[in-house]
């Protein structure tokens, strides 16, 4: 008898971070700058993209490396919030990125340091995780990059892993973690432009040509393609239908989280049994929820006020604008 899978959605973060984020008035490079407000968040965008989950009451979990001298920071959030952890504590300590936020420009500067370190065992025992959690669940986000000695094929076995046991995988992350990953097919990617020319290895003049891309990249095996493109929106494609998706004009608070956002909502939208037009409305408006001041990740009543604002159009209906 058949394994009857729960709607379960599994996030794997091989990555991830403690961002702190520092807020200034108006900061001045090479000068001394006073802190107005500062945070200290579990990251790593798979975690982001569980955090957003898990504010529109979704059933998620969490796995990939964190390391033992910072754990329990992200543990206390895990457990607070209701998401079950898997992950595997290693020797070490999860890095700390920091986020500069000039509140006069909007501009927000990030500094990144390198991953976690994890041995070979770490690794099998991640993998065991993975197929134990491929029994139960039917829905899952490899998401982010690698750390440095991570084999850039990593997520492509994950993935060839996944799918045996009849799994739906969205895959967002780039350069040769991307390109090796794609070889694999998961159910869905979400590059935005630049991570697109990465993957083809030319460069993308025009608007044919994106559309050309998700073309291929859908005929060579992937069922559904995102191109983000930032604030001008996303396509979101299938066999079937080419969408460009608009979202409306909000104050910006942080940028930051905005792809994350965006893929929770696509992951959402899957779980829910939507059609791709409303997928895409659903993931736009997550997004948008995502970027406001003073919101982490919206509230599932704050991206329905959003829908209406949404705007889907087909691609055989007209053109979009890359500049």
């Known amino acids: 008898m058949e394994n009857k899978k729960l709607a379960r ?3 794997i973060t091989l990555n991830p971070a403690l961002d702190q984020t520092l ?3 108006q900061f001045h490079v090479g000068q001394v700058n ?3 407000k500062e945070r200290l968040d579990p990251a790593g965008k798979g975690i982001n993209v569980a955090k957003v989950l898990n504010r529109l009451g979704q059933n998620v979990a969490v796995t990939g490396f964190l390391g033992r001298e910072n754990a329990n920071i992200f ?3 895990f457990q607070t919030h209701g998401i079950s952890n898997h992950f595997i504590v290693v020797d070490g300590a999860t890095r700390i990125n920091t986020k500069i936020v000039d509140e006069t420009t909007g501009q927000v500067s ?9 041995s070979a065992s770490n690794l099998q025992e991640l993998e065991n995780v993975i197929k134990q959690l491929a029994l139960e669940s039917e829905y899952f986000v490899l998401s982010g990059s690698l750390p440095g000695q991570a084999p850039l094929d ?3 076995k994950f993935i060839e892993i996944l799918k045996s046991n009849n799994c739906k995988v969205f895959l967002d992350t780039s350069g040769g973690a991307l390109i090796e990953g794609i070889k694999a097919k998961p159910y869905a990617i979400k590059p935005n432009l630049d ?3 990465q993957l083809l290895g030319h460069s993308l003049e025009q608007e044919l040509d994106v559309l050309t891309a998700i073309d291929t990249l859908i005929s060579g095996g992937i069922p559904k393609v995102v191109i983000s493109l930032g604030g001008k929106g996303a396509l979101v494609a299938d066999r079937t239908q080419r969408l460009l998706v608009r979202p409306p004009d909000v104050q910006v608070g942080s940028t930051v989280g905005a792809g994350d956002a965006l893929v929770a909502g696509l992951v959402y939208g899957e779980v829910q049994g939507m059609s791709l037009e409303e997928q895409a409305r659903w993931a736009t408006a997550v997004a948008v929820a995502s970027i406001q001041p003073e919101t982490q990740a919206g509230r599932l009543n704050d991206v329905e006020d959003l829908l209406p604002n949404i705007i889907v159009s087909s691609l055989g209906k007209g ?5």
């Open 23 to 25: 807020n200034f008035t």
């Open 34 to 36: 006073r802190v107005d």
């Open 75 to 77: 543990e206390q959030y």
């Open 195 to 197: 991570e697109l020319k």
């Open 154 to 156: 990593i997520y492509r």
């Open 319 to 323: 053109v979009f604008l890359l500049a």
């Open 9 to 11: 959605i599994i996030t």
């Open 110 to 118: 990030e500094i990144n340091f390198p991953g976690i370190h994890f």
